[in-house]
């Protein structure tokens, strides 16, 4: 128990109990879900295994000091005082992050810049020599987190957010996020016993982190580089024992998942990425009009999309969501469908009642992921059938 740690993960808003459901199920201790965070404890295996296998996870830090801060001094003294050596050399190189939610300290890059102050001069003094700050390839990643009178400073396992998983070289006019993407797919229940098709597929996002949910492929495992692979106690057996294990753990997949899109440009990006993620197995894209198709086939189909909000593109919005009702009711039966929109007004057009209806965030946009039933023929005779 000794070598446990706290650590904490970052999420989109919405995304919490997701996250905790996936800590518990890849065996964290003490998980407690926060508002975009969920805390847990574990070791460093459990931290490399977090950092791989999590899919609604933006960053995974390690915090290693928490202290009542009411100045700028107190702040500075504070970060001067702690045991910098264990995580950095002098001849080292470090960066600062902060976010700060405080009346009495209001810009968060004055406060990285204090803090880097403190652990430069500390270094100075102590050892005559003083790290370097590099933004991009830092030894040590460092996190102010500045909450009214608290201060939490953090390591940052991760580096780079955890969305980027390493599979995505080509994008389109307005790609969503990959931990969206995951969490969408999550929250749709989807568990990779149907069909699954993604009609407005984009660069193809949605479809390969739907493959790898389907496959239980860990999503990290094309990423260049982790926070972590820098630290002094960097242990790169014990990662590849983690990566091997996660790796054993994939399943078959009996079913299919389809893109289409209509712009000739998006579906080559697609192809493109899906071909990095080695998923070419399990995905397929082609270029078609959603409008202009039905469903292929009477097996179930779970559908997940992201359809164009009117923020980037100049379409006509009621009349385009209108039509993705029509297109559902008269082409889908037998059809969960799920889309995701910041078009609140728009979405009314689509002329179908939500069976669900979720709050979430695209960015920074107030979105809602809402459910369809398609049901094969009326809904009334399918109730009576069931």
């Not at 009495?104 to 406060?111: P, Q, V």
């Not at 969206?180 to 990779?192: C, E, F, I, P």
């Not at 299919?256 to 712009?263: L, Q």
């Amino acid at each position: 128990m000794e070598n446990n740690f706290k650590m904490v993960a970052k999420t989109l808003f919405g995304f919490e109990e997701l996250l905790e459901r996936e800590l518990i199920q890849l065996g964290a201790m003490h998980v407690k879900k926060g508002v975009r965070n969920v805390s847990f404890i574990g070791d460093k295996g459990f931290m490399y295994k977090a950092n791989l296998a999590l899919r609604t996870a933006i960053k995974i830090l390690k915090p290693i000091h928490t202290f009542k801060v009411r100045s700028e001094q107190e702040l500075y003294d504070n970060i001067y005082n702690m045991s910098w050596e264990q995580y950095l050399k002098p001849t080292g190189s470090l960066a600062v992050d902060a976010t700060v939610n405080s009346k009495i300290f209001t810009h968060s890059l004055y406060i990285s810049q204090k803090t880097k102050d403190a652990i430069v001069d500390k270094f100075r003094e102590t050892d005559g020599q003083r790290p370097n700050v590099d933004l991009k390839f830092p030894d040590v990643k460092i996190n102010v987190h500045i909450d009214r009178e608290t201060c939490n400073i953090s390591l940052d396992t991760s580096g780079d957010s955890l969305h980027k998983r390493g599979y995505k070289t080509a994008t389109n006019i307005a790609p969503i996020n990959e931990v969206l993407a995951a969490g969408l797919v999550m929250l749709s229940g989807w568990d990779g016993q149907s069909d699954f098709m993604d009609p407005m597929c984009g660069s193809g996002t949605i479809l390969a982190e739907a493959a790898m949910i389907a496959c239980n492929i860990p999503p990290n495992l094309m990423r260049k580089e982790f926070a972590f692979e820098r630290w002094q106690d960097w242990d790169v057996d014990l990662f590849e024992k983690i990566e091997e294990s996660l790796l054993n753990k994939t399943r078959d997949f009996h079913h299919k998942i389809i893109g289409y899109d209509k712009s000739p440009s998006a579906v080559a990006k697609a192809k493109e990425n899906i071909k990095n993620a080695h998923l070419e197995e399990f995905i397929h894209v082609q270029h078609e009009d959603f409008f202009k198709t039905k469903k292929a086939g009477e097996s179930k189909l779970h559908m997940v999309f992201n359809p164009p909000y009117g923020e980037r593109l100049n379409i006509e919005m009621e009349n385009f969501y209108k039509t993705i009702g029509d297109t559902l009711k008269q082409g889908y039966p037998g059809t969960d469908a799920w889309l995701i929109t910041s078009n609140l007004e728009a979405l009314k057009h689509v002329g179908l009642r939500p069976s669900r209806k979720i709050q979430l965030f695209n960015a920074k946009l107030e979105s809602r992921l809402v459910k369809y039933v398609m049901y094969e023929g009326s809904k009334k005779a399918s109730k009576q059938n069931a």
